[in-house]
């Protein structure tokens, strides 16, 4: 069931920006027994996998965990490949790594409606107590999956390219009401560097 609808009063706060960040999505996943060998990969990388259901912050990136024993890395966009195979090569015989950029479109959405925009569509409890800063999670958005993460700076969404321009339609209609603002994008970095607080 959705969150009950409340009468949203135009330009509440300072209202919702939808924006684009560009990322290299790689996901890399432990082989069966691989996992703490991988923690070891990672923390060598200066890249700590946090654990599951929680985002963690590395040079310019942010890593989230959504799924046991793997982890999805976003760092800023680089030669088509290179994160992926950069990740294969360092964890070859205790995980796995996988490109998803081109399968996955991530968006930013900020403002002081964000979770009252977002509660619309997720059956997720969005309230600050029970979704903090730091916090990740898989979902499905308005009959979309979706892989959502609280930062300080608002929320950042992963959604398969396939759909995202539906999805992000939705999002314009559903921020609208509380005043949508233009917003051009937003790089990783920029997330990584403005932490969870």
């Given at each position: 069931?959705?969150?009950?609808?409340?009468?949203?009063?135009?330009?509440?706060?300072?209202?919702?920006?939808?924006?684009?960040?560009?990322?290299?999505?790689?996901?890399?996943?432990?082989?069966?027994?691989?996992?703490?060998?991988?923690?070891e990969v990672a923390s060598r990388r200066a890249a700590p996998l946090p654990r599951r259901g929680r985002v963690g912050l590395l040079a310019g990136g942010?890593?989230?965990?959504?799924?046991?024993?793997?982890?999805?890395?976003?760092?800023?966009?680089?030669?088509?490949?290179?994160?992926?195979?950069?990740?294969?090569?360092?964890?070859?015989?205790?995980?796995?790594?996988?490109?998803?950029?081109?399968?996955?479109?991530?968006?930013?959405?900020?403002?002081?409606?964000?979770?009252?925009?977002?509660?619309?569509?997720?059956?997720?409890?969005?309230?600050?107590?029970?979704?903090?800063?730091?916090?990740?999670?898989?979902?499905?958005?308005?009959?979309?999956?979706?892989?959502?993460?609280?930062?300080?700076?608002?929320?950042?969404?992963?959604?398969?390219?396939?759909?995202?321009?539906?999805?992000?339609?939705w999002l314009a209609a559903a921020a609208r009401p509380f005043g949508l603002m233009p917003y051009a994008g937003v790089t990783v970095a920029f997330l990584?560097?403005?932490?969870?607080?």
């Amino acid at each position: 069931m959705s969150a009950p609808e409340r009468p949203a009063e135009a330009n509440a706060g300072s209202g919702v920006q939808i924006a684009d960040c560009p990322a290299d999505i790689v996901e890399i996943a432990a082989l069966r027994g691989g996992a703490p060998a991988l923690q070891e990969v990672a923390s060598r990388r200066a890249a700590p996998l946090p654990r599951r259901g929680r985002v963690g912050l590395l040079a310019g990136g942010l890593i989230l965990s959504v799924r046991p024993e793997r982890w999805l890395v976003l760092s800023p966009p680089a030669a088509p490949g290179a994160v992926a195979q950069s990740w294969a090569a360092a964890c070859a015989g205790c995980g796995v790594a996988l490109e998803l950029s081109s399968a996955l479109t991530a968006l930013h959405v900020s403002g002081a409606a964000v979770r009252e925009v977002l509660k619309r569509g997720c059956r997720l409890d969005l309230e600050p107590p029970g979704f903090p800063a730091g916090s990740a999670a898989a979902t499905i958005l308005v009959q979309v999956p979706v892989v959502m993460a609280a930062l300080a700076s608002g929320v950042l969404l992963l959604t398969p390219s396939s759909t995202a321009r539906h999805f992000r339609e939705w999002l314009a209609a559903a921020a609208r009401p509380f005043g949508l603002m233009p917003y051009a994008g937003v790089t990783v970095a920029f997330l990584s560097e403005k932490g969870m607080t």
